[in-house]
T-cell receptor, first 108, second 113 residues
Framework: GQQVMQIPQYQHVQEGEDFTTYCNSS?????IQWYKQRPGGHPVFLIQ?????EVKKQKRLTFQFGEAKKNSSLHITATQTTDVGTYFC????????FGAGTRLTVKP | DGGITQSPKYLFRKEGQNVTLSCEQN?????MYWYRQDPGQGLRLIYY???????QKGDIAEGYSVSREKKESFPLTVTSAQKNPTAFYLC????????????FGPGTRLTVL
């Protein structure tokens, strides 16, 4: 069945450094979604990508969907302490699957 | 997410007891989901329901049961058959099917002693 792999599992950065998490699917996806979960909280929807090669930005966050619609990335420029949390991708192909998440910690 | 209520936030039970976790929503969403979250394993789907009186098993349904008698409510029962019930349980909703944006409740942390 469909699997969604996400790397890295953990990332620790100094405040101001960039951060990227990658998501790869074993099958072609109809869309991919990204969620953020703050420590002690619940996942909150960030964005959905649908088109091949799509790139969307939200302030310091850049989301990309691969040309083959099998991979995606989330890049944060100049991290801040407010970016701390776990970032999940969720890939849909009539059967939505969440990746294991990347836990980001930021040292001030 | 403000329209999804899960209570209580923390729940303790003795081993061998069934326990029911509540999930209520006022978003008028058709679909509801239950996920289990363990450290380092992301979100695993237990059950989901796309309409009232209908639900489907997810990837880890064994030891769990659900009902969907009302659109607003999707309670999850963790039975004594679930071998490792201690986890963080998240309820979610979406307007329609599984490919739509999911809105999560605050979660219930269940500890079985």
């Amino acid at each position: 069945g469909q699997q969604v792999m996400q790397i890295p599992q953990y990332q620790h950065v100094q405040e101001g450094e960039d951060f990227t998490t990658y998501c790869n699917s074993s099958t072609t996806l109809s869309n991919i979604q990204w969620y953020k979960q703050r420590p002690g909280g619940h996942p909150v929807f960030l964005i959905q990508l649908v088109k091949s090669g799509e790139v969307k930005k939200q302030k310091r966050l850049t989301f990309q969907f691969g040309e083959a619609k099998k991979n995606s990335s989330l890049h944060i420029t100049a991290t801040q302490t407010t970016d701390v949390g776990t970032y999940f991708c969720a890939g849909d192909n009539n059967d939505m699957r969440f990746g294991a998440g990347t836990r980001l910690t930021v040292k001030p | 997410d403000g329209g999804i209520t899960q209570s209580p936030k923390y729940l303790f039970r003795k081993e061998g007891q069934n326990v029911t976790l509540s999930c209520e929503q006022n978003l008028n969403h058709d679909a509801m989901y239950w996920y289990r979250q363990d450290p380092g394993q992301g979100l695993r789907l237990i059950y989901y329901s796309q309409i009232v009186n209908d639900f489907q098993k997810g990837d880890i349904a064994e030891g769990y049961s659900v009902s969907r008698e009302k659109k607003e409510s999707f309670p999850l029962t963790v039975t004594s058959a679930q071998k490792n019930p201690t986890a963080f349980y998240l309820c979610a909703t979406s307007t329609s099917g599984r490919g739509y944006t999911q809105y999560f409740g605050p979660g219930t942390r269940l500890t079985v002693l």
